[in-house]
Structure formats: structure tokens, C-alpha cells
């Protein structure tokens, strides 16, 4: 057993600024050994998402306390017994959703859907079960199977891949949800074609990746649309060759007209309401409506139902960016390093473990795509 430094929430809904609320304590927690098929990991960057800040926010209800974070790279310090292709000094990247490799969609080639990952993640446990974070005789749980805020943390070997080296640590973390969930949505969910018209609801992290996924796609049209106009801005630096502000309230007449009746593909990635009503309604006649949002389970969406027959629409939901993480992270990241996946464009600012609170506000303002913890 260690002691490490680990951001913890206790309570959520803690009112903002949270640099003054300061819902996330900085810790001294316990830290179990890995046990079997695990193994220990000293994290070296981790990025704030969204996917945080709707736990804390309580927008995503977790068991608490909790450990969050979910989006980084370390360096393999020790492995459990079981685990054979791993070593320490290792390089990897952390994957939100385990896989168990035996489940009936693990076994259709489909590991972000794993229904032991699922129900671990819910449960604030490891995919093997139980927790290794202690703070004396109270457990504290795991954040989607990772809990990337802590100086070490253990996790089971599936939610793992190991990569090459020569990479610096703040980039590597974008790959474990930003890059996954944004390119794989247009890669893989969508599966759009060269030429293709494409539009993007939702400029943060994942909606810019998904952005830089189209650009590599080889899509003719971009659209971008977010309340920001920062974010408006980045997003012609990435590429988008039109760009639009959904505070407007004809966005969507504005965005048909401009297009000719609407795009081939239609990206939300903000998980919200109001934002997927945006995405649905400039999505043509025989397009799709893909969706990455992960809004609270209380959350309706509806839409005219004729519209799925009647004009041949799809709609379809993206999990991890329908990623196989240990195919697709290898091949993002060789696209990034030939130049033709600039993710690390995305970077915004660094900060320490100690000033998460301070970065949570940074987030939640929408200027910022992605804010870095180097430990």
C-alpha cells in the first residue's frame, strides 16, 4: 500500500465558482497494490472534460466520494500477477470503459459497449470489482474504471494501451477520450465519405476532434456550431469552412438555407437538449444525426417522428467514438504524427493538481477545449 496526492469530490452540485466552493479536496489517499490482471500507473498528464465537470456539476450522478479524471497517459510502475504484456517503464494511455472481452459485445467486436465495463463504471469500481483508494477505513471510488487525478493510480490492464515513447504525456492524454469519442464518431459511427457535407453542434473538446477527424476524412464541407465565438474562431483554424452562433434563434433556418437543405452528416457533441434539436434539425433529407452527448438520465429528446420515414433520416448514438482502443488509438496516433490529426492544436492551458478547482471554471466557461494537469 502507497500514499498518494488524489483530487477527491465528496458532494456534487457545489455552487460555482468553484474556486470558491471548492468541491474537489486535494488528498492523501491509500492506494492498494494491483491485484490480479492490474496494474499500477504513474499518471503524468491528465486532461478536465466535460465528462468531470458533469460530476461534479451533478448532471452525472456517480457513487461519492470519488476520484475523477479519466483522460490521460502514464507510466507503468508495477503489474499484477496475470498480466503478461506490460512492463514497468512502460508508456500507455488510459480508456474510460474496460472491456472484459467475453460479454456479447465484446465478443461482436464492439468493447465500448462491455456490460461489466458498464456496470463497474456505474458502480465507482474496478471492471474486477472493489476499489483500491482508501482515506483510512473509508473506501473511495473510481472514476470510470481510472481516476486519472492522483499521483498513482491502479487499474485493470483492459482499460490500458501501451504506446510508443517519443510522445510528450499532455499529448498522449487527449487520445483516452477527446480523440477517441470525436474522431472515432466520424469514423467510425458514422463512417462518412470522401466528399462528404459534415457539421459539428458542440465546439469543445470532443467536437473539435470530431472537426479534425472530418478535415482528415476528406469531408467538402464543415459546419461549425456553438454558442462561443471562440470557439467559432478555433474551429476556422481547424478547418470548418462555415461557422455559426446557436444563440441565434434561426441557426437552423440560417444553416439549411446556407447548405441547401442541411448537411450529409450532423455531430452533437455537447450533450445537451436545445444542442441536439440543432443538430437534428440541419441534418438533410437521408442524412444521420450522431450523437456523443452524455446529458443527466433525466434528460427527453423528441422530434417529429414522420421525419424518419418520411425524409429517411438516421439517428444514432456513439459510445468512445465506437472505438476498438486498441486498434484505433495506434492509428490516431500515427495520423497525428504524419501531420493530419493536429490534436494537440487543442491544447489550451497547463495547470497543477492543486489548481483543478480554478481549472473547472476555466472549463465550464467554454473558452478553454482542454486544460492539462502535469503531475
Known sequence: MVKVKSAVLRKSAAPAPYAESRPIQIETLE???????????????????????????????????MVLGHEAA??????????????????????FVPSCGHCVPCREGRPALCEPGAASNAAGTLIGGGVRFHAEDEEVNHHVGVSAFSEHVVLSRNSLVKVDKDIPFEKLAL???????????????????LGSTVAIVGLGGIGLSALLGAVASGASRIVAVDINENKLEKAKELGATDVFNSRDPDVVEQVRNATG???????????????????YGITKRGGT????????????FSFPYVTLTAEEKTFKGSYVGSCVPSRDIPRFISLFEQGRLPVDKLLAKTISLEEINEGFDLLATGDYSRIIIKF
Open 31 to 65: 492506494l492498494d497494490p494491483p491485484e490480479y490482471g492490474e496494474v499500477l500507473v504513474e499518471i503524468k498528464a491528465a486532461s478536465l472534460c466535460h465528462s468531470d465537470l458533469s460530476v461534479i456539476d451533478g448532471s452525472r450522478p456517480r457513487p461519492l466520494p
Open 74 to 95: 502514464g507510466i507503468v510502475k508495477e503489474v499484477g500477477e496475470g498480466v503478461t504484456d506490460l512492463k514497468p517503464g512502460d508508456h500507455v494511455i488510459c480508456v
Open 175 to 193: 487520445f483516452g477520450c477527446a480523440v477517441i469519442t470525436g474522431v472515432g464518431a466520424v469514423i467510425n459511427t458514422a463512417n462518412i465519405k
Open 261 to 279: 437543405g442541411g448537411l450529409d452528416y450532423v455531430f452533437e457533441t455537447a450533450g445537451a437538449v436545445p444542442a441536439l434539436e440543432v443538430a
Open 289 to 300: 444525426t450522431v450523437t456523443t452527448g452524455l446529458p443527466h438520465p433525466e434528460h427527453q
